[in-house]
């Protein structure tokens, strides 16, 4: 082929504004975001990814499962596969989760490429530009980025250290239908070690929660990526225990196994199954089909409980570390959450303080965080809050770290 | 952990039908599809899915580049990534589309899930509810699978020998304006051995299409899963060769290392960039890690280049051995196309002929293809047309499967 091009020449540049779709306005890429990038140079200590310990990947089982994969069933797990998922996976999957309290069978069970993918599916189906979507503040930031990306609107109900305050739910919902004429789409929940907050919802407000939705016929979507990490106290049920019927139950595979498989689930009713099925065959026709395979193998072999243990032991005295650390290096005025399980932790610094600026200070000092703003999808609050991961960094790298953020800490305080 | 749960209670139905947002309503899946579910038993000769041979993946190349993965980059492979994709996969795909007429630099190419996703993130990036997309007709199903769902519309150009007539496409796009009082958002074109006509666009077509896109101001979407997949002829220039400015490329290992990867490409202009990874982050964060470290290696090794030379090989022979049984078995009324590449063909019989009506017969026969009808996005033709693929069976059964089809053909013929 010889097509003499000049691939150098000057290319104009189009202005592609006029062409884009009115959603791209509520898409926008964020300051911190930008920030954070920064916290990806190597001598920043960095609380701010929602990243797993790496140290702890299971690489010898990930290098036998594809071997074995490629071996035995190489030319299925290579080719394209179904928009559900595969076979296998799901049955193992629906009997993982009813013993968890999660009313599963293969048939409602559906693979997405992580918990991040259900949640574009779930915005997809549901939300028109101008619905409302009830959730707590904070909430996650994923979450929100995703249904932006569908114009949907939030009213929020408080956090506190019982998880969200299913009281306000109803008056939230009133508010939605006020201002919109119609009800909200459903209520977005994270029932365990909540991110940002590292709350978990108590058993009482589970059915309360399960109660209010009931009532007003209000769809839940039960977001539940930590829920097996849990380092202290008994697993509570599922909200879909309670009202399976209006349920959509998201679990994955990024915190227990590993997020570079880019492999999560959905669970909803069987009636739904079809409208999830033809939004992932348009968004990308199905999962991959060799990771499923090799998720698979590492399941049946079933390395996972055993692997589940252990992280739950490594986060355990992360957690601890930096809740002690906490309590020795930052000032009096400061205060946090004290999750059972999961990621992250919340912290409230003095309303002086606005996490957003500190975020310079602290990256002067080479440790990183994310500030409040992102997670109150109204921006309507966190200015004096900060989520930190205690998972990703070492004991000795975390104590370093809370060091380092208390320091900064104290020369804010000085001056205010 | 006692739960008491009675999973197995009668859990109530729930009316979803309120809740759902109304792009939903062009989501339907089709009767077509549900009888093609059929043609996955065993005893059923399938010229309907799109699927490469599995007998020619290169299981020992993937089982060794897994191999090395887990052990040299085990901890980086399995963590979180890049929304963009990997560097050095980007580098790579970068140099190898320059060299196939593509302008592309690493910093300008975004890793997707299939190019399915990279059609829903077009979708989500460009259309409104009522925008219009100029096509030809036939043209690909998903895409228009992938676009409805932002309820896009559309308005069609004809297809003839040489590939979509450009001389229309003016035309087109008056109508969409008129209809919609806006400007259709883009031209969508599959250059290469269409998915699912066959036909290749002649250069003078491409050159033409270029100018009318320029003239009008109009993206293009250049899908080019087949491109490297050329059983005769030289390589024609891409159109984004002469409209860097205003083409959005997509490219795929679907068709020339393993679609159960999952992984394609977009490239586009820089200024786009931002764009497309806002809409990634909210669609699913990034790309599987794994399987771009897997792909990377493998090309890394140059194996790719000897892999498609091989693909070439193997392809040609089945739709040689596809056009002459059509020679040999079907009735002299019915014709098709004699395409240069790709996996498709498209074959055109009698007007009395419904190929919908005519797949129950097929089927009986135990034979199996795609209707014409879905590929027309206004479902205004193709009823007497159908889509053959001839990669996925070996040539004694793609024989086998025409005379079946053939046989089909004349008991139809008979009734009419």
């Known amino acids: 082929m010889d097509l003499n091009l000049d691939l150098d020449r000057n290319v104009p540049v189009l202005d592609w504004e006029p062409h884009l779709s009115s959603r791209t306005a ?46 035995e069933d190489g030319r299925q797990a290579l080719q394209y596969s179904a928009t559900e998922g595969h076979g296998p996976l799901k049955e193992y999957l629906a009997e993982s989760m009813r013993g968890y309290g999660v009313p599963a069978k293969a048939h409602n069970v559906l693979l997405t490429n992580g918990s991040q993918q259900a949640l574009d599916l ?16 904070p909430t996650y930031l994923g979450a929100i980025q995703a249904w932006n990306a569908y114009e949907a609107r939030y009213h929020t109900v408080r956090l506190d250290d019982d998880g969200m305050v299913a009281d306000e739910i109803e008056h939230a919902y009133q508010k939605a239908l006020d201002d919109s004429g119609r009800p909200p789409k459903f209520i977005y929940v994270l029932p365990n070690f909540h991110n940002p907050a590292g709350t978990t919802l108590v058993q009482e407000r589970r059915e309360q929660l399960a109660e209010v939705a009931t009532e007003l016929s209000l769809p839940v979507v039960e977001d539940d990526p930590y829920g097996q990490l ?20 998201l679990g994955t595979f990024s915190k227990i196994l590993a997020p570079g498989l880019r492999l999560g689930w959905i669970v909803c009713p069987e009636i739904l199954m079809g409208r999830f099925v033809q939004a992932k065959q348009g968004a990308d026709l199905h999962t991959g089909t060799f990771v499923q395979y090799v998720a698979n ?16 032991e490594v986060y355990k005295v992360r957690r601890d570390t930096m809740l002690d650390a906490l309590t020795e290096f930052w000032p009096d005025v400061c205060s946090w959450t004290r999750p059972q399980g999961g990621l992250f932790l919340w912290a409230q610094v003095p309303q002086a303080i606005d996490t957003r600026d ?26 004096d809050a900060m989520r930190l991961n205690f998972s990703y960094s070492s004991p000795e790298t975390i104590v370093e770290g809370i060091r380092r953020l208390g320091r900064a800490l104290k020369k804010a305080l000085d001056q205010v």
């Open 26 to 71: 509520g898409m926008g890429s964020s300051a911190i975001r930008e920030l954070l990038k920064l916290t990806q140079q190597p001598d920043i200590i960095s609380f701010a990814g929602g990243l797993p310990a790496p140290d702890f990947f299971p690489l010898r089982e990930v290098e036998e499962a594809c071997r074995y994969i490629v071996r």
């Open 358 to 383: 500190l975020l310079e200070q602290a990256l002067e000092e080479k440790v990183a965080y994310v500030p409040g703003v992102p997670f109150y999808p109204n921006e309507d609050g966190g200015y």
């Open 122 to 137: 779930i915005g997809k189906i549901f939300i028109d530009p101008g619905d409302y979507v009830l959730t707590s503040r």
């Open 297 to 312: 193998d590492i399941c049946q072999r079933g390395f996972l409980k055993q692997h589940v243990k252990e992280l739950r």
């Open 230 to 249: 849990r380092y202290e106290g008994e697993d509570l049920p599922p909200i879909c225990t309670y009202v399976p019927e209006r349920t959509i139950y």
